[in-house]
């Protein structure tokens, strides 16, 4: 293929790039359905929904993706994506099992991080409360 009849596609996470390389298709799924982009699909920007964004390559390969939602810009022949969250996977049976593992630990770490902000918030309400009180 033709350098122009491949997609530079960026997959980016709030804390690093995941995936940088050529692709000539991308898959993926928004709010109303799933679609595919070729290099020389008009410009377009969605929203994704959490789902398996799939890339084929030059040689024809596919690269599996679980993502969480985001948002996906192409122009020209340039893609970006940008997601909360998203794990490589060999196959996608093996892709399931590794987004399980790491989506739940992390859904986990944040609902431990949540309980503890609400602690604290109660916690600087009560004081406050205090500080209502009159002095006797």
């Known amino acids: 293929m033709k350098q122009a009849a491949l997609m530079q596609v960026n997959l980016r996470l709030p804390s ?3 995936f940088s390389g050529e692709a000539y298709k991308v898959v993926a799924e928004a709010e109303n359905g799933a679609f595919a982009l070729l ?3 008009t410009d377009f920007v ?3 929904l959490p789902s398996v964004l799939i890339l084929t390559d030059k040689q ?3 690269l599996f993706f679980g993502v969480d939602q985001g948002v996906l810009v192409k122009q020209d022949y340039q893609v970006d994506i940008a997601v909360r969250r998203a794990v490589q996977g060999e196959d996608l049976a093996r892709l399931h099992d590794t987004v ?7 859904d986990e770490q944040e609902r431990v991080a949540r309980t503890a902000l609400s602690k604290l918030e109660a916690g ?3 004081r406050f409360s205090d500080l209502r009180k009159p002095l006797t």
Not at 100 to 106: K, L, R, Y
């Open 60 to 62: 024809g390969h596919e």
């Open 124 to 126: 600087i309400v009560r």
């Open 46 to 48: 969605t929203a994704l």
């Open 39 to 41: 290099p020389m699909h």
């Open 16 to 18: 690093r790039l995941l």
């Open 100 to 106: 399980q593992a790491s989506f739940v630990e992390v």
